[in-house]
């Protein structure tokens, strides 16, 4: 069974960091591009990265560029989205999923194939 799980939400304090966890199971995550993405309640899912094979590419929101950086390690089938720099308005749940090809990455949410249950992330003081 085909599944990714997020780890590493929780609480933190504006300005402060956080990196969460994607880990793959039951599929080779080299041969998938992955992305990010958050919502907040009552509204739309938003993209927010998404990383290539290898982490050969990686495009990121506006809103998050230059204080998210995602990253991948294939050979432990697991992705990463390392936040700093956090603001009120990053607060919310982090999905990650996968999408098939190496060199895919889209900001498509239909687009995926696979998705994680999400993991929580709260900025507050």
């Known amino acids: 069974q085909q599944q990714l799980v997020e780890s590493g939400g929780g609480l933190v304090n504006p300005g402060g960091s956080r990196r969460l966890s994607c880990a793959a199971a039951?599929?080779?995550?080299?041969?998938?591009?992955l992305g990010w993405f958050r919502q907040v309640p009552g509204k739309e899912r938003e993209w927010v990265s998404c990383?290539?094979?290898?982490?050969?590419?990686?495009n990121y929101a506006d809103s998050v560029k230059g204080r998210f950086t995602a990253s991948r390690d294939d050979a432990k089938n697991t992705a990463y989205l390392q936040m700093n720099n956090l603001r009120s308005e990053d607060a919310a749940v982090y999905f990650c999923?996968?999408?098939?090809?190496?060199?895919?990455?889209?900001?498509?949410?239909?687009?995926?194939?696979?998705w994680g249950q999400g993991t929580q992330v709260t900025v507050s003081s």
């Open positions: 039951g599929f080779i995550l080299d041969d998938y591009g």
């Open positions: 990383i290539t094979s290898r982490g050969s590419m990686a």
């Open positions: 999923a996968a999408i098939i090809g190496r060199t895919v990455c889209s900001r498509e949410s239909e687009e995926y194939n696979y």
